[in-house]
């Protein structure tokens, strides 16, 4: 059987949380934690990160840092993850759903500013498949409307956004905040796991006693106040380093990774040229101002019929393809809730698309020929 996704380990993990342990520190903010932190600042310019036990508790943390209330407005795509919503509406917020692209499952830009009333507190662009919003229309309107955005950068580690100043910029620096999740099926994972970072920097001292239980038991280790307590709200959103030692296995093979990933995902988007043709599939759009990060391959089938048989036809083959999102505003909890009309786009990409195998080790021929 060729599964959907496997975890791909670089053999360096179990070193480093034995290190851990070893090192007699294993709750969280130490050592490799710091290592994980610096590696993102460095790398991609963040101002601020903070590991955190997912992208879900990330988007908490953002959810409490913007400080919604009920009523308060968020928009975002339909289109997503149950945690983009989630996290909001824990903290009382309706949800306004957006339509997906006609050419990309990620949320149609240009459908967003007739959505936002005086309510509205933020915006909140999923990266679907690694793939970048058009940015500048949303930070456009954020600065016109006086919201916050929030990436959900989830599925967007190592990719880039280049905006009309043509400034190539990595997903997760553009937000006042942005989340990242780290869990088995992204691209570079720690099991659970997730990172916020924090773009604006009017959040980063209450991130971090969010992030510490509401205590500034961070700022006391790093010897700025000589006694720490609760200070404000907050929870345990930090991981232990035994999570972040394993991160690190990680990220020190992050090119590589990503190389091979991007390989196979070429391999199939050549391959499957003809086949799409002949079957007028739809195959994944890379508009000019974003960069692929190989984290998904997905097709957009013409129905659900034909999507099933694709499904079943590779089943046969001992191969596992398998759907995506039921959009949110239809899902059971949020139907009744839902204000904002049809959203076609969205619809259909529950319907029609399907995902196929993607992960380091794979032979993306064996699916290819298969098809
Ligand atoms: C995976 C994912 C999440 C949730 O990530 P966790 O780390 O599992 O909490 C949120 N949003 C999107 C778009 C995702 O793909």
């Not at 773009?199 to 006693?209: L, M």
């Not at 200070?231 to 394993?246: D, H, Q, R």
């Not at 001992?318 to 009744?336: E, R």
Request: aromatic letters at 12%; a negative charge; proline letters at 3%.
């Amino acid at each position: 059987m060729i599964p959907f996704n496997k975890p791909y380990f670089t053999g360096k993990e179990t070193q480093y949380i034995e290190d851990a342990v070893r090192k007699g520190k294993i709750s969280g903010n130490g050592y490799y934690t710091q290592l994980c932190h610096d590696f993102f600042e460095r790398r991609y310019g963040f101002n601020k990160c903070l590991l955190t036990t997912s992208c879900t508790d990330a988007l908490e943390m953002a959810a409490l840092l913007i400080d919604i209330k009920e009523g308060d407005e968020v928009i975002m795509p339909s289109y997503t993850f149950v945690s983009t919503a989630n996290a909001f509406v824990l903290r009382g917020a309706t949800i306004v759903f957006a339509d997906s692209r006609a050419d990309h499952p990620g949320m149609d830009e240009d459908s967003i500013e007739r959505l936002i009333t005086a309510k509205t507190k933020a915006i909140v662009p999923v990266h679907y498949a690694g793939v970048s919003c058009d940015m500048d229309k949303i930070m456009d309107l954020a600065t016109a409307y006086h919201l916050y955005v929030i990436e959900d950068a989830a599925q967007a580690i190592d990719s880039f956004y280049t905006g009309k100043d043509g400034i190539k910029k990595p997903l997760g620096s553009i937000g006042h905040l942005a989340a990242f999740s780290f869990h088995e099926t992204k691209n570079i994972i720690s099991g659970e796991g997730g990172m916020l970072v924090v773009n604006d920097n009017q959040f980063a001292a209450k991130a971090e006693i969010i992030w510490e239980k509401g205590t500034n038991r961070s700022s006391f280790f790093r010897g700025e106040v000589d006694k720490y307590g609760w200070v404000a709200v907050g929870s345990s959103f930090l991981p232990s380093e035994i999570i972040a030692a394993f991160l690190w296995a990680q990220l020190e093979n992050m090119d590589a990774i990503q190389q091979v990933r991007k390989l196979h995902w070429e391999h199939y988007n050549t391959a499957l040229l003809n086949w799409a043709r002949q079957n007028e599939i739809q195959l994944p759009l890379i508009p000019s101002y974003a960069s692929n990060n190989g984290h998904m391959f997905y097709v957009v089938c013409q129905s659900i019929e034909q999507r099933q048989t694709i499904i079943e036809k590779l089943q046969r083959k001992k191969i596992l393809s398998v759907f995506h999102y039921i959009s949110l505003h239809s899902s059971s909890f949020y139907a009744d809730k839902h204000t904002g009309g049809v959203l076609n786009q969205s619809d259909r990409y529950s319907n029609c698309l399907l995902r196929l195998p993607l992960f380091y080790e794979l032979n993306p021929q064996q699916i290819i020929d298969a098809l």
